[in-house]
């Protein structure tokens, strides 16, 4: 029988601000392929369709008891971790990277799947696991396990960026479960140490990128032609910005990837810093809602789902962000609902679909 206070309880907030940042985010691909050649589907109208299958499958996810997750976690650990070393023996292999593994209708990228499968992972493994006087290096040696399998494979891609989110994610929900100070003490020491070592196992485009971060005037036009033309965008919109489809450098094409990693290279160029401000805004209302979702959850196991979910927005848009003004080498990480990409944003509005499961199920124990 349904539950008609599910639909009391329905967290239309976070719904209406999700599709509005996804509603400028398409309005901005239209802008930033205004000037391509006519195509048969263009790039906004796809992004309108994913952004359809998504708001179903969010809707899908909201009509089942979280709580069952619970116990199907490790099956679907497991289980994306055989993708994963399928992926490595006989996935599709495009523009150097081998990510993907062809179903015939689709193609299965099983490193983004791995972003959701963390989370409701972790959330079990801590949910079940509750520690008042904090986590040491010992008790840690589990969500290690669960996060450097993976982690590790999907470097084999290779997908630097994905493994740094899969690995970001499940070290922010460590820490909100709790971590004595003197144990994260050591582990900020190791994660320095293995940072240094790490230089040696990254490939020679991996590297390039880092010394790009570093000095990309040092090639101008080569390696460090995408984080430059960016910073001329963003820097050129000023206070108030040069006005929607008025971007120099996006309707000029001297930006790349506009409509993908530095889709926000081109809103900023275009509605400036105050059109920023307001974008960034949303996403931090975003952030912010989704934490008082975790703290308002029934139990152990939607709290820290919750928080994976958030911590996967989180580090997804401080990284691009961070990527596209500069402040970090670019790794290829989507911007959120922003970023041209039908897995993103299907992975995306699981995370959402998530969120609005554990705060329509708040009352209930």
């Known amino acids: 029988m349904f539950d008609r206070r599910l639909l009391t309880h329905f967290d239309w907030v976070l719904l209406l601000s999700i599709c509005l940042v996804a509603g400028i985010g398409i309005l901005n691909l239209y802008s930033a ?7 048969h589907t263009p790039i906004y109208m796809k992004q309108i369709y994913w952004l359809g299958m998504g708001l179903v499958i969010a809707a899908v996810v909201c009509s089942f008891d979280y709580r069952h997750l619970e116990y199907l976690g490790f099956i679907f650990y ?3 971790v055989a993708l994963l070393v399928g992926v490595l023996l006989f996935g599709k292999t495009s523009m150097g990277a081998t990510r993907w593994i062809n179903l015939g209708l689709f193609n299965l990228q099983p490193s983004e799947v791995m972003k959701i499968v963390i989370i409701i992972t972790l959330a079990r493994y801590f949910g079940e696991r509750g520690n008042l006087r904090g986590y040491t290096l010992k008790n840690l040696g589990g969500p290690f396990l669960l996060l450097g399998l993976p982690a590790i494979l999907i470097m084999k891609q290779p997908d630097l960026g994905t493994a740094m989110m899969v690995l970001f994610i499940g070290a922010t929900v ?10 994260l003490a050591v582990l900020t020491a190791l994660s320095v140490a293995a940072a240094g070592g790490g230089w040696f196992l990254l490939k020679g485009y ?16 080569g390696s460090g032609y995408h984080i430059i033309q960016s910073k001329i ?3 050129s919109g000023g206070f108030w910005g040069s006005g929607f ?3 120099t450098q996006s309707q000029l094409s001297f930006l790349p990837e506009r409509h993908t990693d530095f889709a926000f290279s081109v809103f900023a160029e275009e509605w400036g810093f105050s059109g920023s401000l307001v974008l960034l805004g949303l996403y931090l209302f975003i952030v912010i809602w989704g934490i008082y979702i975790a703290r308002r959850a029934s139990d152990q196991f939607g709290m820290f789902l919750a928080l994976g979910v958030v911590a996967m927005l989180f580090w997804h848009i401080v990284v691009n ?4 003004i500069g402040l970090l080498p670019v790794v290829g990480v989507p911007l959120p609902l922003f970023s041209y990409g039908g897995t993103s944003m299907i992975t995306t509005m699981i995370g959402t679909g998530l969120l609005l499961n554990i705060s329509m199920r708040r009352f209930m124990f």
């Open 321 to 324: 962000l961070g990527m596209v």
């Open 174 to 183: 460590s820490l909100f479960a709790g971590i004595r100070r003197s144990t």
């Open 33 to 39: 392929t205004s000037s391509w050649p006519p195509a």
């Open 78 to 80: 497991w289980i994306n």
């Open 233 to 235: 965008a963003v820097g």
């Open 206 to 221: 991996q590297k390039q990128r880092i010394m790009t971060f570093l000095n990309p005037e040092s090639d101008p036009l």
């Open 245 to 247: 489809m008025q971007g």
